[in-house]
């Protein structure tokens, strides 16, 4: 069924008009019902306190790099799981005066839960998660305000503390790790010492003067290795002409001379044949000289084929030393002489190869050694002195927390030493008997309106059986019946203001603490 | 018998000789039976002289405290709303009188009170009369708005074949509304109602004024087969359901009784409504 507002509320009024004696009673059951309900109600105490977390103070951005300070928003996130830890809340047991009774430990949870039960931890709106408001509510001025209190210095105290020992123990286990550090520096400079010490080649750059002298030497016996084998080649030749030379032009000393002789004799003689005979006194003279030097020169030779084996020289004889010989055999000793000091050279080049050889070997061992040695070494001298910078940071950090710069916590606004009352006053009850007791019956009218059998709507007619309502008419007051809803009205209203004035005088007298 | 009655009854015999008159039907719609029983009286005098002959009126007050409306009680909602409603009727019968039926859905829904306020509403036109007949024979009400409780009625002009039409039909002290009593409470079968001799009661009340409108005051709808009967002779319904009283499957029940060719509508009675405002 389709109804403007206004058809609505004319059928409201109307209707309750017509049920004005229902309404009125209603008026009155509601009225009473929430005076009763509002006399019986707790009364209750609302203490609030608020805590502000500061992430962003100023020492911050001062010391940014330097110090860091302990993240304490991370903290206000879950600052309900950190009120409501066990630890909290004994404190809180204790100061609410709830441990004056000894209870037993069942007892204390039970405490504890209804304490939970009845406070509310939000982050203030607007303020996003920087303010952490603790709402405690309780039936008792004093203690709503104790707790409250206790809830939030407990809280901050809890989370001061826990952050001072988180930083202290970065701080420590900083401390240990460079201390590590620094103790294995100190091992590896000991063996770099050490090898340096031993190995004394061992210095950068040694390799390379190794290799480059060792490739001298080589080239030094190439060199020399070529030298020796033309001096030998030279030797060999030399030897080879001296064999061929005779030793001495013996032959032709004695027994040459009297050939020598005896060939110019001849000669003269054959000349003066021409010109003389043979009987000439010089001719004959002539023939008896060459005679005469062909017997010695006879004797000579025998004497010389008998001193032949003996193999020395007829000292007597006149001994013409072979000159060419002479050189030769000097120049074979001179190159004999070379070949020797190559040789020894040769020698010599190869010992200081063989010496270098090994002195490279040492090298190559050594140097992947301290290799080895320096790259630990240096790792570990930046690994140490970038823990030490961290551990300098940690330090100012922590001294930052005991100075309390970096402390983020403050009581923003402290609990009030007597909370009012809060939770639904009386008048609360009054104003919502009063606004019940309209909307109660109103709403029944409503849905008797809506839901009722028998027609109370006239356009409902039409819409659900489809015959046009003809006329609508309205109950027709007698002179008789005004009369008498006259006096209704009256009655009604009378007592609709007695409950009125019954409700006001109660909440006059309750505002006056009499009650 | 009083001088008023003496008068009265001559006039009903003044009438009764008309309607004897047979003649053609002079234009209209006009029920088959009208046809039959001649021409109708239009004549003008015949009201003026209606009015000469009333009784001693009622005044505002008096009607009022009978829970009857009045023209001049202009401030009461109830008052336009009948004189809406009659118009609404003068409009559907296009100038011709009818017979108009009022049964309410179920007892206690007020349609005698309609019915005779719609009768009154009828009368606050001076070219107009109206004539209340209580047809509720079980539980008739028409008589208490007569100065004689026990005058003769309905049941009275079935059971005694002599009497005439005007001698049951009395002056309830509104200008141009008449009333006929269902005759004493006596236990009157309704087949009464079903017989020819009201059927032509019927046409004779209707021809003896064609300004006179006609108003059943019916049983309600608890006595279906009466209902049904009424419903013949009459050319509309209004059917009456009270406010808080009736409800939907009673309406949907008795509109099934009723054809929808004559069913004129549905006439919300009682409507909540606080007084002293408009």
Known sequence: MEMYPEQIAKALINESFHSRRLFVALFVVVNLVALAVGFGWPKSYMSSTSILVDDKNIIQPLMLGAAVATDIADRGKNAREVIFSRKIMSGVLERGGWMKNNPSAAQQDQLIEQIKRRTTVFNAPGGGKAIINIDYRDNEQVRAYLVTEAFADLFIAEVVAEKKSEILAAFEFIDKQAQGYEHKLTITEDELRQLRASNLGARPGGEVELSARLISLNTRIENTTLELREAEMKHASLDRQVNGEAEVTVLATREGQFRARIAELQARLDTLRLSFHDTHPDIVQLKNQIQDLRAEAGAQRERREKAKPSDRLESDETVVNNPVYQQLRRELSQSQLTIDALKSRIAEAQRLLREEANRSKDLHGGDARLAELTRDYQINRDIYQDLLRRRERARVSMNLDSDSLGLSLKILEPAAPSPPVSGPRFWHFVVGGVALGILLPLGLFYSRMMFDPRVRLANAISQRHGVPVAAIVPHLWKPGDLMGLRKELVMLAAVVAATLALSATLSVVRLLGAL | ?278
Not at chain 2, 224 to 248: M, P, Q
Request: charged share 25%; with cysteine; aromatic share 6%.
């Open chain 2, 1 to 278: 018998m009083s001088k008023i009655e003496k008068a009265l009854e001559k006039a009903g015999e003044e009438r009764g000789s008309l309607q004897l008159v047979p003649g053609a039907v002079a234009g209209g719609r006009v029920a088959p039976w009208t046809a039959l029983l001649g021409q109708r009286s239009d004549d003008p005098e015949t009201i003026s002289r209606m009015d000469g002959n009333e009784p001693t009126l009622l005044s505002a007050d008096e009607l009022w405290d009978r829970g009857i409306i009045h023209p001049q009680r202009t401030e009461e909602p109830a008052v336009q709303v009948f004189r809406e409603l009659r118009t609404k009727i003068v409009q559907q019968s296009l100038g011709q009188n009818v017979v108009i039926l009022i049964t309410a859905v179920n007892k206690g829904n007020g349609g005698s009170f309609i019915a005779r306020n719609l009768g009154a509403a009828f009368a606050f036109d001076s070219a107009k009369t109206s004539l209340l007949v209580d047809c509720n024979l079980g539980n008739p009400s028409v008589h208490q708005l007569l100065s004689d409780a026990s005058a003769p009625g309905l049941v009275d002009y079935f059971e005694n074949p002599e009497i005439d039409v005007s001698r049951i039909i009395h002056p309830v002290g509104i200008p141009r509304f008449r009333a006929i009593p269902t005759g004493g409470l006596r236990d009157v079968p309704m087949e009464h109602l079903a017989s020819l001799k009201m059927r032509g009661l019927m046409d004779t009340l209707r021809e003896r004024y064609r300004e006179r409108f006609i108003v059943l005051d019916g049983p309600s709808m608890a006595n279906i087969a009466d209902v049904r009967i009424l419903s013949e002779l009459a050319d509309y319904v209004l059917v009456v359901a009270r406010h808080g009283r009736t409800t939907n499957a009673q309406i949907e029940s008795g509109l099934s009784a009723i054809s929808n060719t004559k069913l004129l509508g549905i006439v919300f009675n009682d409507e909540p409504r606080i007084p002293w405002t408009r």
